[in-house]
């Protein structure tokens, strides 16, 4: 079992940034990929970026490249996503997932364990 805290989120105008927290516990294993996905109202829930705990190799979704990064503290059990000039276009709920293994980065059918969320806020 995992489990997965989401932290950071809040509202800001266009062009602020935010720094997303997922504290991560429970089964080393199950959580070596940890990705960042996100679900505006009535859309599907999109993937943001991931990385393998291990060796901190990351992917990130195409259109969100150069304003968002993700990061983790091993020590501390935690992945971070430093969001950059944020858009309008970006406010919805971020969730936090882990995956023992995958067959897609930022699929979200192929995380296992979720977080509750936390909500992005942006206007303009």
């Known amino acids: 079992q995992v489990q997965l805290v989401e932290s950071g989120g809040g509202s800001v105008q266009a062009g602020g940034s935010l720094r997303l927290s997922c504290a991560a516990s429970?089964?080393?294993?199950?959580?070596?990929?940890l990705g960042w996905f996100r679900q505006a109202p009535g859309k599907e829930r999109e993937g943001v970026a991931a990385?393998?705990?291990?060796?901190?190799?990351?992917s990130y979704a195409d259109s969100l490249k150069g304003r968002f990064t993700i990061s983790q503290d091993n020590a501390k059990n935690t992945v971070y996503l430093q969001m950059n000039n944020l858009e309008p276009e970006d406010t919805g709920m971020y969730y936090c997932a882990a995956a023992p293994s995958l067959y897609a980065w930022l699929l979200p059918a192929s995380y296992r364990y979720w977080g509750q969320g936390t909500q992005v806020t942006v206007s303009s």
């Open positions: 990385i393998d705990t291990r060796d901190g190799k990351v």
């Open positions: 429970g089964s080393i294993y199950s959580r070596t990929y």
